[in-house]
């Protein structure tokens, strides 16, 4: 008889348990979201019917304390947990802690868990099962003379992976004997830090494969089901960022052998619930090797949903009640192709570096029955330190790969993120190479094309800057608007009345290498700007609005453009549909505050940034604009001014210290004060 959950805690934060806490809802099913401190104002929070505080923000003592967690459940009454990705999702201790303290564990069993959580014994398990397995060593015997004799063995290139590994972290190539060594500590060293185990276990290191996975699904009543493949080659850092179902060009009986060998490794550990058997692929010989299960719902599960119509969350679900599988797998049948982009606050040209910071502003492409958006942030939200940068993933499907990939690209134009690098623009080029269009995929994809994928810095091109500056003139205007509406007798700018008025407004580009100050004239006219650039474009006629959300519209001579523009300070940013997120320098606002007017007495900061220089002390005698700190900001030097003439009384912050937007940095008696 199966049980009937009610109440379900989602041990998880971010777009994964917003995507659950979807499903639940749906079902009737009520949803307890657990948070830490850091992550009081998320969206999971808010989205979930009740929400309990677990601890502070490092996962450690939040969402990977098991206890904390079980504890919580009990407290709100919740009947079942829903562990998502990551965190506590393959933790076999924590299922079984679950399962006794009465709860129902939305995935497989504690020891299906276990036996396929260490790579090495999940391997021997799989080759015993009939499974290809790649060629290697996956003993006990760790001692480094043992592992070097595997290694000559197996033959070079040889693949060192820690044992307990996950997300790609601690896998080290050696490309021959005198290398091994050097591989091997490193290796044992990440995977330590990493995992706190220092096992590993060899592999022969694969040409060039392609990642080929199948989704698995079992009940607890003996059934087995795949839900067809998907490919997730493109990778950086061992790591996916495009998945795509199903996996495109693979032959009828590969696909085939690979289903079959699926359903015998997950039958082989009894598996119950949604799981996913990797695989590499070599095209070339049609042979493929047994890589890893995951014991869980996977990122990319939503490329399989679109292309199959069915919700694996509420799969997930009616499994652990323990209901049968809802269909056969006859039943199960796929149209189309979907693929799916995660968009990550990282730093391509930086090795994929992740980045943080505020997601100032943002906009994601409008929902529809092909485009799917799950996201666990919004405008205002902080990528941190301590968890995941995922910021989004973006889906799309269509009738076939080409579609899809197209609608794909039109989503990720419609995409814009102010405040925290991403890799957008890059994931915008990856989806227009020719390599990729032609679906010639592999895992050495990036690398291999990574010339053409990494944007070089060059500056931004006349409309780019034309919109910059139309953002700003669009502002003035919305703010002298408003003023004037407060009080008529404001409205005395020059230009604001019915005649043509000049001005000139230096900008200078931020993002590219060598940057200098361009001239742009602006002649006001009624209801309408001209603009001039240096280069000798020119807008003879443009006009526009900028939405409280960020949104800029503007007309340029007739041309309809849209962008997402903001200010901090003298610091405007601006995304586009090319996907790169654009910095320009306002030179008239650098010495001013960060919503513009200067504070009298008061020195604050416009940006984030650290006191790179004071270049005056506090008792100086200085007059309006004298420069008084140097702050350091995104590799950059600002100089800061003295908002009025007056006497330095106190700098706030020491030399070297990192201060907030809005800091209070520098105090002063002004003149006559
Ligand atoms: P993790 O669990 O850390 O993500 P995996 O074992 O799943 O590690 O491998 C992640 C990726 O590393 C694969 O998708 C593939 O790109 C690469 N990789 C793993 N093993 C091999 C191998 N033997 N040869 C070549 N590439 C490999």
Redesign the pocket.
Known sequence: MPTLVRKILIANRGEIACRIIGTARRLGIATVAVYSEADRHARHVAAADEAILVGPAPAGKSYLDGAKIIAAAKYAKADAVHPGYGFLAENADFAEACAGAGLVFVGPSPASIRAMGD?ARAKALMAEAGVPI?P?YFGDDQRAGRLAEEASRIGYPV?V??SA???????K?AASTEDFSTALDSAKREAAASFGDDRVML???????R?VEVQVFGDGHGTIVHLFDRD??I?RR???ILEEAPAPGLSDELRKAMRAAAIAAARSVAYIGAGTI?F?VTPADGAF?F??M?TRLQVEHPVTEMITGLDLVAWQIRVAEGARLPLAQDEITAAGHAIEARIYAEDPARDFLPRTGSLERVAFPPASPDVRVDSGVGAGDEISIHYDPLVAKVIAHGEDRPSALRRLGHALGETRILGVETNLGFLRRVLAHAAFLEARLD??FIERHSAALVAEAKPAAAEVLALAVLGLLCERDAEARSSAMLDPWNARDAWRLNEAAEETIHVRDATAQEAHAEAIRVVHTPGAWSLALADGTQYFRSSGALAADGTLRVDLDGHRVEALWMRSGPEIRLATREGEQHRFLVQSLEARGPHGGGQTGRLTAPMPGRIAAFLVAPGAEVAANTPVLVLEAMKMEHMLRAPSAGIVREFTFSLGDQVAEGALLVTFDPDGA
């Open positions: 790579k790649v290697g693949l992976k820690p590994g996950g997300g790609g972290k601690g896998m190539i592999e022969k290191y694969l040409a060039a494969p990642h997730c080659s990778q061992h790591q996916k990797e590499l090797y890589l890893e995951n895992t050495s």
